[in-house]
């Protein structure tokens, strides 16, 4: 497996790479984005979340910089309010855009309407191709997974054994990554790192676009 975001890539691009976290309220994102950066810098379960609260972390990973962006979980979006909110928040704070979208997904927790909700929004509002283009859909609960597949069906052969709007989703993501958040175990997290960078590289590599830029009079369109 190469990995597309390559040393020479990052010199090209001062900011490094901008992956902002998206999901609902416990899928991970906080945890995600821990396990990456080697450190406890965001809050799991903050309950003093808001919608303006955005957090934002810098690292290295091998020669490559990073900034994570985490955001709250959405509880409710389908209003656009919440959404609009967030989204304002992000394009000022974030004036070289965002690279990569994460989608975050808790592996086993079902794919609740709020998932379907956070996807139409985002496609509705920044077009047909914004999944394709821009989000890559990552599983936490990797450790939850393992001990449910022991027969040790691969990940990629449980994604493509999928049906419905998830199938559609990874279709769409080119791919998905499995993330365990609770291992201790170097291989898994190198493993684990390396799949994350081969999508985000695929997808960079295969758009015509740079990072993805907010536009400064945004105007939600609710679903
Ligand atoms: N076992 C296990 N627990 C995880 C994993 N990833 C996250 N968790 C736990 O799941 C809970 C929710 O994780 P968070 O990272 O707070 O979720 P979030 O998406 O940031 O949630 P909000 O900020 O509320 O939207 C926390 O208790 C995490 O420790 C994982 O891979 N395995
Ligand atoms: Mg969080």
Not at 16 to 40: D, M, Y
Not at 104 to 123: A, C, D, P, Q
Request: net charge positive.
């Amino acid at each position: 497996m190469t990995c597309f975001v390559s040393e020479q890539w990052n010199k090209m691009h001062h900011n490094g790479l901008t992956l902002l976290f998206v999901g609902i309220t416990g899928a991970g994102k906080s945890e995600t984005g821990n396990t990456i950066l080697g450190r406890r810098a965001f809050n799991a379960h903050d309950e003093n979340t808001t919608f303006e609260d955005i957090g934002i972390e810098c690292c290295k990973y091998k020669g490559i910089s990073l900034k994570l962006v985490d955001g709250p979980g959405f509880p409710d979006c389908a209003t656009g309010d919440l959404f609009q909110r967030f989204i304002s928040k992000i394009g000022a704070t974030l004036g070289h855009g965002v690279d990569v979208f994460i989608f975050v997904w808790k592996y086993g927790s079902g794919f609740s309407m709020e998932n379907r909700e956070i996807l139409t929004l985002l496609k509705k509002n920044f077009g047909s191709d914004f999944l394709r283009n821009f989000c890559v859909f990552l599983t936490t609960y990797g450790d939850y997974y393992e001990l449910e597949h022991k027969e040790k069906k691969s990940f990629s052969e449980y994604c493509s054994n999928l049906v419905g709007p998830q199938k559609e989703l990874i279709e769409e993501c080119r791919g998905a990554v499995l993330f365990d958040n609770r291992t201790g175990d170097v291989n898994v997290k190198e493993r684990q790192m390396k799949s994350l960078l081969y999508l985000i590289g695929k997808k960079i590599s295969h758009r015509r676009s740079p990072a993805f830029k907010i536009p400064s009079e945004f105007k939600i369109v609710s679903i």
